[in-house]
């Protein structure tokens, strides 16, 4: 079995044909889905496709492009939506210095509020960082200084050497389709080392289509081309590589009852 651990079934390019999206997957050998939400606006949606769907589960979360648009947003609001039985991670949050869609203090105080969220409900925090690995890392140390919190990198796209230190914190580090990619050869490298109980694999649909799927619109059966590819990277039976990321997810989101 396979498990999409980061896909936007609310997003249009999937919303449109949900259902058959999610037939396909399963077709595909996906036994179950982490539906991201990445504002505020999202959280209802996100979690009835959850209640409605018993293999989706969802997240509830700011993504740092929308941080400017919920720079008023209180813990209490995102603590109360984690109590919802469907919902099983936090996110995605972080910091992205690439686009500047939001400004970085408010970036850096919604991160830290969801880090805390997590501390304090055991839920795993799902990180996005893009060109701000520095800040990110800073961030993540001190808070884990503070009190120790589940986690994962989202859509690892980042240094070896970010990698390598996330990885000392304890983190889990996910790959997208981005890693099927012919100029993503650091990338390639970087995945075929990852420690086998901290790898997971995802889509980030509907974006990044892996090979043989690019230009299209990404959907969730689309995990299975990238575990394939990252299982070749490795040198492992894909079915292998599936059981154990898989096996990471369950033993990472914990809330998650299949």
Not at 104 to 117: A, G, P, W
Not at 194 to 209: C, H, K, N, Q, Y
Not at 225 to 240: F, I, K, N, Q
Request: a negative charge; glycine letters at 8%; proline letters at 4%.
């Amino acid at each position: 079995m396979l498990i999409d651990s980061h896909c936007h079934l609310e997003y249009k390019g999937l919303v449109e044909d949900q259902q058959g999206v999610l037939a396909r997957a399963r077709e595909a050998g996906v036994g179950a889905f982490l539906n991201i939400s990445t504002k505020q606006s999202e959280w209802e949606q996100v979690v009835g496709t959850a209640i409605r769907e018993l293999d989706v589960f969802a997240s509830v979360g700011i993504h740092p492009h929308e941080a400017d648009q919920h720079s008023d947003l209180g813990r209490g609001a995102l603590l109360a939506a984690t109590e919802n039985p469907r919902v099983i991670g936090i996110g995605e949050s972080g910091l992205d210095y690439y686009y500047e869609h939001s400004d970085r203090e408010t970036q850096k105080r919604l991160f830290r509020m969801h880090i805390d969220v997590a501390r304090e409900t055991g839920l795993p925090l799902i990180i996005h960082t893009r060109d701000a690995e520095n800040d990110t890392y800073q961030i993540l140390e001190e808070e884990m200084g503070k009190g120790a919190f589940p986690a994962l990198i989202h859509c690892f796209t980042a240094s070896d050497d970010f990698g390598a230190k996330v990885l000392d914190l304890g983190l889990t580090i996910s790959l997208s389709g981005i890693v099927t990619f012919k100029n993503a050869k650091t990338l390639q490298a970087t995945a075929a080392k990852i420690p086998g109980d901290r790898l997971m694999v995802e889509t980030d649909s509907p974006f990044l289509a892996p090979v043989p799927h690019r230009g299209k619109p990404c959907e969730p059966a689309y995990v299975a081309d990238t575990a394939r590819y990252v299982a070749g990277l490795r040198g492992v039976e894909v079915e292998r590589l599936a059981d154990q990321t898989s096996a990471n997810f369950m033993s990472l989101f914990t809330k998650a009852m299949l």
